[in-house]
């Protein structure tokens, strides 16, 4: 199975501030790349997919990007809407894998 | 819009099976394929499978292969889920989940359905 490392585990950050989430992937993966929000009490929610396509409705504020095996979620000025945890998940036609997490907290 | 709603929670005793249920709605069924997730108190997203709705074909993350079956109904626009053999690390929230396009991205959640495994 494609493993993923996702870091860091935790952020904390202000309101306004730009965020970085990595993700790495242990093969070359191309854009098979999704970013997701996870909120306590809620279904996660896809922003991302093939690295770089923000899903309708997301703000702009999310970017994705990178290839191959290095991929980062940016959030380009944090909003108090945007605490929660990120997954990345490389995904194909036939399997898929989570990286661990990263919840981004309120500095 | 696309909905799907999963059946409600369950408590299961160590060794028991349990067999969750997965109903679509606003789409057409057998045109996309259906993941199950599960995340565990604590612990994060963790990917077990998914299924074609269309032909019944089936992949599967390596450590659920021998304890997981995947199944649809088109006539009900129903997928289920059986787990067996279970054990207290099983106790998780279980998500299905919709495809884009025949892979495994997760476009479309259901609302989950919690699995307590306990004696």
């Known amino acids: 199975d494609i493993q993923m490392t996702q870091s860091p585990s935790t952020l904390s950050a202000y309101v306004g501030d730009r965020v970085t989430v990595t993700c790495r992937a242990s093969?070359?993966?191309?854009?098979?790349m999704a970013w997701y929000q996870h909120k306590p009490g809620k279904a996660p929610k896809l922003l991302i997919e093939?690295?770089?396509t923000l899903q309708s409705g997301v703000p702009s504020r999310f970017s994705g990007s990178g290839s191959g095996t290095e991929f980062t979620l940016t959030i380009s000025s944090l909003q108090p809407d945007d605490f929660a945890t990120y997954y990345c998940?490389?995904?194909?036609?036939?399997?898929?894998?989570f990286g661990q997490g990263t919840k981004v907290e309120i500095k | 819009q696309v909905q799907l709603v999963q059946s409600g929670a369950e408590v299961k005793k160590p060794g028991a099976s349990v067999k969750l249920s997965c109903k679509a709605y606003?789409?057409?069924?057998?045109?996309?394929?259906i993941n199950w997730v599960r995340q565990a108190p604590g612990q994060g997203l963790q990917w077990m499978g998914w299924?074609?709705?269309?032909?019944?074909?089936?992949n599967f993350a390596q450590n659920f292969q021998a304890r997981v079956t995947l199944t649809t109904d088109t006539s009900t626009r129903t997928a289920y889920m059986e787990l067996r053999s279970l054990r207290s690390e099983d106790t998780a929230l279980y998500y299905c989940?919709?495809?884009?396009?025949?892979?495994?991205?997760?476009?479309?959640w259901g609302q989950g359905t919690l699995v307590t495994v306990s004696s």
């Open positions: 606003g789409y057409t069924f057998s045109k996309h394929g």
């Open positions: 998940q490389q995904y194909n036609t036939y399997s898929a894998t």
């Open positions: 989940t919709r495809d884009r396009d025949y892979d495994t991205i997760s476009a479309h």
């Open positions: 299924i074609s709705p269309h032909n019944g074909n089936t």
């Open positions: 093939k690295a770089s």
């Open positions: 093969q070359n993966i191309y854009n098979w």
